[in-house]
């Protein structure tokens, strides 16, 4: 019986508070409510800020985030079967070179696996492409004779398959450097910014419907000091929370630290067209 007792306490003092919030917020929604505590302009401000940062890290990791999909770039009509990515172009041109007949050219294109399967990116399946094409080429000539065709293509498919590589260091040092730090912000910076504020909105609506329970809100002269005390209570439990939030959102707010990730991000990204020339000048 105790237990039980005991448990509609607590029930009664976890639930009394909520259904006070619960209905002070009606009352604002309905336009029925007498006065309503106004926040401090620089958390006004604060939240401003802290909606927009949130906007701006869900919109650029919404994109971004394809950079944590390897094929994000690969032509979806291409069908490479498993051979097709047993090998890199380098091992290929290795083997190709070593063939002595059309028959162990054909071997070398389709190898088995040395390792893992080769990249699914666009430059890669460009290299892959050109290399085939560069044995079409030869297979179609007299033994022996060395065609600029062919011999083009195979340095094509070099080139793009180090283009294909740098990409795909690009998009590694994008996730370490810029995404990890931006989903950091949003999941976690952010979460706690926005907790802080809805405790603050809670203690605003708890302050508020004390106010109206006693009839003070207007003045507080006509109160007893049982009434007074537990208005302060409250109003000490806004401050309060105000104050953390304010602190909270202000250290979400720094820009040092996003900018630096964003500066990675752009310095990384300008890696590929440094690498392109580079590689084409080869």
């Known amino acids: 019986m105790d237990k039980v007792q005991a448990f509609g306490k607590n029930f009664t003092a976890t639930f009394s508070p909520f259904a006070a919030r619960t209905q002070q917020y009606v009352k604002e929604q309905l336009g029925q409510a007498e006065e309503r505590t106004q926040l401090p302009n620089d958390y006004l401000e604060l939240e401003k800020r802290v909606d927009a940062l949130k906007t701006v890290h869900q919109k650029l990791l ?3 985030s394809q950079y944590s999909n390897e094929a994000y770039d690969y032509p979806p009509n291409i069908r490479e079967s498993f051979n097709d990515l047993g090998r890199t172009i380098s091992e290929k041109v290795q083997l190709l070179s070593q063939a002595s007949s059309p028959g162990e050219a054909q071997s070398a294109l389709t190898a088995p696996p040395s390792a893992k399967p080769q990249p699914k990116t666009f430059s890669h399946a460009i290299a892959r492409a050109a290399l085939a094409s560069s044995q079409v080429i030869v297979n179609a000539n007299p033994p022996g004779t060395e065609d600029q065709l062919a011999v083009g293509l195979e340095k094509f498919a070099l080139a793009s ?3 294909g590589e740098a990409r795909l ?3 590694a040092q994008i996730q370490s450097r810029f995404l990890a730090g931006w989903n950091t912000t949003l999941n976690t910076n952010l979460m706690f910014a926005t907790k ?3 405790n603050v909105e809670n203690s605003r609506l708890m302050l508020d419907s004390t106010k109206a329970a006693k009839g003070a809100t207007k003045d507080m002269d006509h109160l007893s000091e049982d009434a007074r005390a537990e208005i302060e209570q409250a109003e000490d439990e806004f401050v309060g929370q105000t104050e953390e939030a304010v602190g909270v959102m202000k250290n979400v707010s ?3 630290r996003r900018a630096i990730l ?3 991000n752009m310095n990384c990204r300008s890696l590929i067209p440094l690498n392109r020339c580079a590689i084409w000048q080869t």
């Open 62 to 64: 919404q994109v971004t």
């Open 161 to 163: 398959e180090k283009i």
């Open 169 to 171: 260091a690009q998009d």
């Open 196 to 198: 802080a504020r809805r």
């Open 254 to 256: 720094l820009p040092p």
């Open 262 to 264: 964003l500066n990675s």
